[in-house]
């Protein structure tokens, strides 16, 4: 629950700074355990090292992954009347018509990996401020957004994936990566939704502007968010946050989930340790955000959906590595040889 000082940033401040660290017990449980399985060490790669990192983040060994969610963080962006991205706002909540009727990609996804779905309308009819003249949020919308976020992790999840909608999305990312990170908007402008070189050069103009706009204000993470980001990029960080709290282990989608998450990292480079980035994206902003914090995805297919389709896919092989350091035998168990000794 977020606490009430009265000012709304220095109370997701102050979660920030009472966040609960790793379980070390469990951790060292899981590998103890994995080191008398029937397989020789190290053999299943970073599957293990997954299976570790949900122990920790849990705080259970071993870990389990029984209630996996995908949340789906739907907003509209004022930005987007520029011309930013190759369709129209109107499809953002047609977009959400769509997750609701079961027929967009994440829905299939979910249901090949038996994940629970969630999508969050965030006003669609009230798109936040164009961030070339203006700010994207007021300081106390903001942070009521972070905690409509929160409620993401409510309702006994155990895995916690993020993603979003939003036409012009992009657009507002790449300026909050600027303003977190640092470069041009050359550094973090992609194609997004499929942008011809015209909608390309735009795009490039429009966050080179609005980070001139807001030059000098924008050293602060949660400031560079209200005026920079989006509500869904607001949420998802929210909802990270709380999962933490709850010690729920996250699955980071692409590009735009990145940087919500970014906005912690760069309060606090601990603040996504229980995070996972399921995917590097084809915008080439993402692969540049996850090694400047320092972040390996697990997987990389080119996608550039969004949606949390690449969290979702990632999420298969997150609960595939629990249920196999859970169910397999140990070499007692199944009499089998250990490794031999020298003699």
């Known amino acids: 629950m977020m606490p009430t000082s009265g000012i709304p940033f220095d109370d997701i401040r102050a979660l920030v700074k009472g966040m609960p660290g790793p379980d070390a017990a469990a951790a060292e449980a899981v590998r103890a355990r994995d080191a ?28 389990v992954v029984n209630r996996p969610m995908v949340a789906i963080f739907a907003a509209n962006h004022g930005v987007a009347a520029r011309g930013v991205s190759a369709f129209p706002a109107d499809v953002t909540k047609q977009m959400v ?7 967009a990609a994440i829905n299939q996804l979910c249901l090949a990996n038996d ?16 961030i070339v003249t203006e700010a994207a949020m007021e300081e106390a919308d903001c942070a009521a957004t972070m905690a409509f976020g929160m409620e993401a992790a409510a309702g006994g999840v155990d895995l916690l994936c993020i993603g979003e909608m939003g036409i012009g999305n992009t657009t507002v990312a790449a300026a909050l990566f600027a303003a ?7 550094d973090w402008v992609g194609r997004g939704t499929g942008l011809d070189d015209d909608g390309l050069d735009r795009k490039r103009e429009v966050v080179t ?8 204000r924008l050293s602060d993470p949660l400031e560079a968010l209200r005026r920079l980001g989006g509500r869904e990029l ?46 590097v994206s084809a915008e080439p902003g993402h692969r540049r955000a996850l090694e400047r914090m320092g ?5 990389d297919l ?6 949390g389709t690449g969290a979702a896919l990632a999420a298969g092989i997150v609960r595939a590595a629990a249920q196999t350091h859970a169910g397999m035998a140990t070499f007692a168990e199944a009499g089998v040889s250990g490794k031999s000794t020298a003699p």
């Open 209 to 216: 502007a609005a980070l001139a706009f807001h030059r000098g």
């Open 36 to 63: 008398v399985l029937t397989k020789p060490p190290g053999s299943l790669g970073r599957l293990e090292d997954i299976v570790v990192w949900l122990a920790e983040w849990q705080g259970r060994a071993p870990p």
């Open 302 to 307: 080119g996608m550039r959906l969004g949606e």
């Open 295 to 299: 972040k390996a995805p697990l997987l």
């Open 115 to 130: 994940l629970g779905l969630k999508v969050l309308d965030l006003a669609l009819e009230v798109p936040t401020g164009d």
């Open 180 to 186: 977190l990170f640092g470069g041009e908007a050359a």
């Open 234 to 279: 607001a949420a998802m960080a929210g909802a990270v946050l709380a999962a933490r709290h709850a010690r729920i282990p996250v699955i980071v989608d692409g590009y735009v989930a990145t940087a919500a998450a970014a906005v912690l990292y760069a309060m606090d480079p601990a603040a996504v340790d229980h995070c996972l980035f399921g995917h």
């Open 97 to 103: 018509e769509n997750f609701g009727r079961g027929g």
